[in-house]
């Protein structure tokens, strides 16, 4: 089942991509006054194709408005975003991504998130393997073998942080200004938790608006890797399918 899940993502790259070269990117506001390309639209169309041969639930950013009523009872289902990162991709700044998550019992059990612009593909989840595949190369993810608590990294002198380039907010500066010397790596959509994936940060702050489909992919990946994304206030992970898909504030490490 994952190869061909993984070769979608790969194909609605390609058609983001051949978009993305154009003059024309045919945008249009949504209900929510977010944007939503002719890109968003072609890659959930090709994501959709390959999902429903699974016959799992599918929750998309770009799909139909399904009520909680219908969905809190499933046990299984597809969460997807065919196109985090849709301002960036407007932007043309590269940093955008296709984000396909497996949830299972509320949790992300297997994610997926292609590059468009680059090519890469990070994939993994729970007793799966995490792989990066570069240049046509798979490589293995290392996992972290000695796990800490939040308390003992932020004492870390010189941490790499990463941030939202879009949604860099005083909150966020707060906890940057409790560390020891940070620096920041500031980038759009799913490639700031990619930056811990590829360990090029320690630590993700997210104090401003995310929704389920913009995490999950990432937070599987992550999980297999020994990281956590634990809820500002609860310190409990983030849960999936909750009536309201809003994402409270997390910090990924």
Same mark, same amino acid.
């Given at each position: 089942?994952? =190869?061909?899940?993984?070769?979608?993502?790969?194909?609605? +790259?390609?058609?983001?991509?051949?978009?993305?070269?154009?003059?024309?990117?045919?945008?249009?506001?949504?209900?929510?006054?977010? =944007?939503?390309?002719?890109?968003?639209?072609?890659?959930?169309?090709?994501?959709?194709?390959?999902? #429903?041969?699974?016959?799992?639930?599918?929750?998309?950013?770009?799909?139909?408005?399904?009520?909680?009523?219908?969905?809190?009872?499933?046990?299984?289902?597809?969460?997807?975003?065919?196109?985090? +990162?849709?301002?960036?991709?407007?932007?043309?700044?590269?940093?955008?991504?296709?984000?396909?998550?497996?949830?299972?019992?509320?949790?992300?059990i297997?994610?997926?998130?292609?590059?468009?612009?680059?090519?890469?593909?990070?994939?993994?989840?729970?007793?799966?393997?995490?792989?990066?595949?570069?240049?046509k190369?798979?490589?293995?993810?290392?996992?972290?073998?000695?796990?800490?608590?939040?308390?003992?990294?932020?004492?870390?002198?010189?941490?790499?942080?990463?941030? %939202?380039?879009?949604?860099? #907010?005083?909150?966020?500066?707060?906890?940057? %200004?409790?560390?020891s010397? =940070?620096?920041?790596?500031?980038?759009?959509? %799913?490639?700031?938790?990619?930056?811990?994936v590829? %360990?090029?940060?320690?630590?993700?702050?997210?104090?401003?608006?995310?929704?389920?489909w913009?995490?999950?992919?990432?937070?599987?990946?992550?999980?297999?890797?020994?990281?956590?994304?634990?809820?500002?206030?609860?310190?409990?992970?983030?849960?999936?399918?909750?009536?309201?898909?809003?994402?409270?504030?997390?910090?990924?490490?």
């Amino acid at each position: 089942m994952y =190869p061909e899940i993984i070769a979608s993502a790969i194909e609605a +790259g390609e058609a983001i991509l051949a978009i993305y070269q154009t003059a024309n990117l045919e945008i249009e506001e949504k209900g929510d006054g977010s =944007p939503l390309t002719k890109a968003d639209k072609m890659a959930h169309a090709i994501i959709q194709k390959a999902l #429903n041969k699974t016959g799992l639930p599918i929750l998309s950013e770009e799909g139909s408005q399904i009520s909680y009523s219908e969905r809190k009872n499933w046990k299984k289902y597809w969460l997807v975003d065919p196109l985090d +990162g849709t301002k960036e991709f407007i932007r043309r700044n590269g940093e955008f991504t296709v984000n396909i998550a497996l949830i299972e019992n509320g949790k992300p059990i297997y994610g997926i998130i292609h590059v468009p612009v680059t090519g890469e593909t990070f994939f993994g989840g729970k007793d799966v393997e995490a792989v990066k595949i570069e240049n046509k190369l798979r490589f293995s993810l290392r996992r972290k073998s000695n796990p800490s608590s939040l308390m003992e990294i932020m004492k870390t002198n010189k941490l790499k942080v990463v941030v %939202s380039r879009s949604h860099l #907010n005083t909150e966020t500066e707060t906890f940057l %200004s409790k560390l020891s010397n =940070p620096e920041t790596v500031t980038m759009g959509s %799913s490639l700031k938790f990619l930056a811990l994936v590829d %360990s090029k940060a320690d630590l993700y702050p997210r104090f401003a608006p995310t929704m389920e489909w913009d995490t999950a992919a990432a937070h599987a990946i992550l999980n297999s890797l020994g990281y956590k994304i634990f809820q500002k206030q609860t310190k409990s992970e983030l849960i999936y399918n909750k009536e309201n898909l809003l994402n409270p504030n997390f910090i990924c490490f």
